[in-house]
């Protein structure tokens, strides 16, 4: 049987800048051949069971050739694979999608085409410039600024008479040779031009200028690829355009955990800051039986235990008014709210096992690592297993060059230790660490590791405190 392929467009970087469509065909997807500008945040959204292949190209060092790569895509969808081709911006737009889709024509396996934002259009809109404007540009012409190994020469005479905005993608290295074509055919010096680094991320640089200038404040402002070129009087509206750069948290990065719901990484990201997500751990819940006479109080140590509780008493068709007469505690600030979310109010809430009188017919339920932990303490009563999480290194390294990092639970700060050689923990501890609770404390403090406490577990408080940190 036959697999088919998708070539989808990751657009500028933010995961929330992903259409539906290609968020949901990454999730069903067997395979995913990706490129170097991809944020390693849109990978966590793949099935744990994904083939996760990489094919990175970086300006004049291409590892995978276009030809091995088209030939990996051939060879997984033709053993049955669901495969998806994920590019940064747009498949179609100087992103070679249009030649492997012909490739793939020719091999007879099925395949369609996701549009991603292009920066050509997105990363101009994060710079506060307009690719047209209502009686300033009216069309707008997208170039390739690879001039050297082009196998297309631009037309100067036309993109120096063309009335729109022009932009040059991967130009950076022919920038000059750009501006002194563009003026020799035509094109007036004094018309405005801006560079944009960065399109949309942390680095997001850019610098405005004229046709007869740019390169030299290009040059003095040290702009690396990848960056835009933009020429065209579009350029002049930035000064009431530009909201991006004006955002309280931009140009910071703050890496955090995988979060299903995302609710810290929506408000960080509307902030300006910039996300970066630590790799989805990988989950094995346990199939457990209880004997529910056996404990009169059940202390859950987070989210998933409660969750495998509750499966545990639907599959021995137990209701909530049959266990009246137990006691629930629950540790952590993110565990009380997940049993109060299921109409329970914790008898106690924990946050140190110290304050806690245990005896025989107390349970505890919890992952592999954390029952360890508190077995080890030699805490009175019975334990129970419900489930396993753990980060399979190795882990991305963008966490290392991060401005702050957030953790706000215990169990998310555990697994990313857990995973962490003894080189990263020492790189670790160099780093500005925030976190909310004590017990997520504790975990750095076992470690020695400095931390930064939140006033209260609140997100309003985490945000403070970046603001805080951050001197914003």
């Known amino acids: 049987m036959t697999g088919e392929i998708a070539l989808v467009g990751a657009g500028l970087g933010d995961p929330e800048l992903l259409t539906v469509k290609a968020l949901r065909k990454i999730q069903q997807a067997d395979v995913v051949v990706y490129d170097r500008l991809i944020n390693p945040a849109i990978l966590n959204a793949c099935r744990t069971d994904c083939e996760k292949i990489y094919v990175g190209k970086m300006p004049n060092y291409h590892p995978v050739p276009q030809d091995q790569i088209e030939a990996i895509m051939l060879e997984k969808a033709q053993s049955g694979k669901r495969v998806v081709r994920l590019k940064s911006g747009d498949p179609y737009v100087f992103g070679r999608g249009g030649e492997e889709g012909s490739t793939l024509k020719d091999a007879g396996i099925p395949f369609e085409v996701i549009p991603g934002i292009t920066s050509s259009i997105g990363g101009l809109a994060y710079a506060g ?6 009686d300033l540009a009216a069309s707008f012409h997208i170039y390739t600024g690879r001039l ?8 100067w005479a036309t993109a120096a008479k063309a009335e729109g905005t022009l ?15 563009l003026v020799k055919y035509g094109k007036s010096a004094e018309t405005p031009a801006a560079i944009i680094q960065w399109a949309s991320r942390k680095q997001q640089k850019t610098v405005v200028g004229t046709l007869a200038t740019i390169f030299e404040l290009a040059k003095e402002a040290n702009l690396q690829p990848p960056s835009l070129i933009v020429v065209g009087d579009v ?7 530009n909201f991006f750069e004006e955002r309280p948290l931009f140009s910071i990065s703050i890496a955090i955990p995988y979060s299903k719901k995302k609710r810290i990484t929506s408000r960080l990201t509307d902030l300006g800051a910039e996300v970066v997500e630590l790799p989805k751990p990988q989950l094995t819940k346990y199939d457990l039986t209880l004997n529910f006479d056996s404990f009169d109080q059940v202390v859950f140590t987070d989210k998933t235990s409660i969750q495998v509780f509750i499966q545990v008493m639907k599959q021995a068709k137990t209701d909530w008014r049959k266990l009246s007469r137990l006691k629930f505690v629950t540790i952590g600030h993110h565990t009380g709210a997940e049993l109060r979310k299921k109409g329970i109010e914790s008898d106690q809430h924990l946050t140190d096992l110290s304050e806690f009188s245990c005896t025989p017919e107390t349970l505890f339920l919890g992952e592999t690592q954390q029952i360890a932990s508190i077995k080890s303490k030699q805490v009175f009563g019975q334990y129970q297993v419900t489930h396993e999480e753990k980060i399979v290194p190795p882990i991305h390294d963008l966490w290392q060059t991060t401005d702050l990092m957030y953790f706000p639970n215990s169990k998310a700060a555990r697994l990313f230790l857990q995973a962490l050689d003894q080189e990263e923990v020492e790189i670790l501890r160099q780093r500005k660490i925030i976190v909310m609770g004590q017990f997520t404390k504790a975990v750095f403090d076992a470690a020695d590791i400095p931390v930064i406490l939140t006033k209260e577990p609140s997100y309003e408080s985490v945000l403070e405190k970046i603001l805080e940190e951050m001197n914003r």
């Open 148 to 155: 050297k190994n082009s196998e297309q020469a631009v037309d």
């Open 235 to 241: 350029v002049s509206r930035r000064s009431k355009l």
């Open 129 to 134: 410039i307009p690719v047209t404007y209502r």
């Open 167 to 181: 932009v040059f993608l991967m130009g950076m290295s022919s920038l000059e040779e750009i501006t002194q074509q």
